[in-house]
Each structure stands twice: as structure tokens, then as C-alpha cells.
T-cell receptor, first 111, second 112 residues
Framework: SQQGEEDPQALSIQEGENATMNCSYK?????LQWYRQNSGRGLVHLIL?????REKHSGRLRVTLDTSKKSSSLLITASRAADTASYFC???????????FGEGTQLTVNP | DGGITQSPKYLFRKEGQNVTLSCEQN?????MYWYRQDPGQGLRLIYY???????QKGDIAEGYSVSREKKESFPLTVTSAQKNPTAFYLC???????????FGDGTRLSIL
């Protein structure tokens, strides 16, 4: 299985609810990043958390990282219909410059 | 505004034909990347370049070739050796390997 696996594969919620997506990985990392992709578009970087950080916030986004469990979560609070998109985690290894992406979570926020 | 431009947005390839996808960035980034995305899937790395005149194979380089003659440009050629080229191709750049990647809006390649 791949480095960076998201869970769940698909999530459907109502506007105003919170959305939580999880990511697991297998090897040591330097950083973990979350990206968003609207249908048919490129990815947009949301947030980067380094291996020595445990939690990071950006607006309505909260990311946690647990290196002992090799897992991360992305929480979107007070979701909006415009948050409907696919969300990907990507891991950067300790050495090297490449990222490894997971297969993504498709989030649908119903108005 | 700085960004990454991919062209064309849609591209059709005939059997036995090579096609080249363009990727240009004006962000002054050293590193550039090419990914392939199949429907409902994540991104798989084809090639990446950390500096001009140097590039490395990613996980699925077979049937593809690249060049990096200028810092701003990283074209991808899909050769006739790539038997299943139908996919969404995304180009990205980053300041260096440890920074977030900025993406273009992709090229969708189909077979005629």
C-alpha cells in the first residue's frame, strides 16, 4: 500500500458541520502537507506541518500530527458548500525533495 | 501574478505519436515536478528536477521524457512507448524540496 493513505475515501456532510479526514503513512517523514483539489483543477496547498510539530491551525483548518502512530488528521470546522473538493495528504521524507501523495478523500458539503 | 502555466488544457494523441505538454513557471522556483492522475486516484510522480540541466525519474517514468534547459520551463513528452497515456497531467514547482508545491491547472490527455 502507498505512503500517505487517506481515510475515509468519501465523506458527505451538511453545511455547518465539521469534517475530519485522516492520513496514515509508513516511513519517517520531514513534513506532512495537505492539499485541496477542486474538480478538474490543480492542487492548492493548505497547510504544512513539520515532524517536530504536533498541531497547526490556519483559519478553519486544524491539522494534527502523531509521529508515533504515523498519522495525521485534517479538521475543517463550520464547513461550507465551497469546501466541496478532494483533499490529499502528502509526505516529504527526511532526505530528498519529492512528495508522496495519498489517494485522497472526496468531501461533499451539502447546502 | 506569479504562477504555473500548463498548456494545452486538452490534448489528443494519435497512435504512435509523441506529444509534448508545456509547463512554465515565473515563481523563480528551483524544483519542478510532473505528476499523473488517473480518475479517482492520487498523484503519481513521473519525473522531477531540482535544478536546471538535472532531473530524476519518479515512480512511473517509463514512456515519458523531460528536459530542463531553463529554470522556468519543464516540458514533458509522452512517447509512443507509453501505452496507456490517457490521464490528467499536473505540473508543480517549489522553492526547494522542503517547501509546499504550487500546481498548474493540468493538461487532460486523451487518445484518438
Amino acid at each position: 500500500s502507498q505512503q500517505g493513505e487517506e481515510d475515509p475515501q468519501a465523506l458527505s456532510i451538511q453545511e455547518g458541520e465539521n469534517a475530519t479526514m485522516n492520513c496514515s503513512y509508513k516511513t519517517s517523514i520531514n513534513n506532512l502537507q495537505w492539499y485541496r483539489q477542486n474538480s478538474g483543477r490543480g492542487l492548492v496547498h493548505l497547510i504544512l506541518i513539520r515532524s517536530n510539530e504536533r498541531e497547526k491551525h490556519s483559519g478553519r483548518l486544524r491539522v494534527t500530527l502523531d509521529t508515533s502512530k504515523k498519522s495525521s488528521s485534517l479538521l475543517i470546522t463550520a464547513s461550507r458548500a465551497a469546501d466541496t473538493a478532494s483533499y490529499f495528504c502528502a509526505t516529504g521524507k527526511t532526505s530528498g525533495s519529492r512528495l508522496t501523495f495519498g489517494e485522497g478523500t472526496q468531501l461533499t458539503v451539502n447546502p | 501574478d506569479g504562477g504555473i502555466t500548463q498548456s494545452p488544457k486538452y490534448l489528443f494523441r494519435k497512435e504512435g505519436q509523441n506529444v509534448t505538454l508545456s509547463c512554465e513557471q515565473n515563481l523563480n522556483h528551483d524544483a519542478m515536478y510532473w505528476y499523473r492522475q488517473d480518475p479517482g486516484q492520487g498523484l503519481r510522480l513521473i519525473y522531477y528536477s531540482q535544478i536546471v540541466n538535472d532531473f530524476q525519474k519518479g515512480d512511473i517514468a517509463e514512456g515519458y521524457s523531460v528536459s530542463r534547459e531553463k529554470k522556468e520551463s519543464f516540458p514533458l513528452t509522452v512517447t509512443s512507448a507509453q501505452k496507456n497515456p490517457t490521464a490528467f497531467y499536473l505540473c508543480a514547482s517549489s522553492e526547494n524540496g522542503r517547501q509546499p508545491q504550487h500546481f498548474g491547472d493540468g493538461t487532460r490527455l486523451s487518445i484518438l
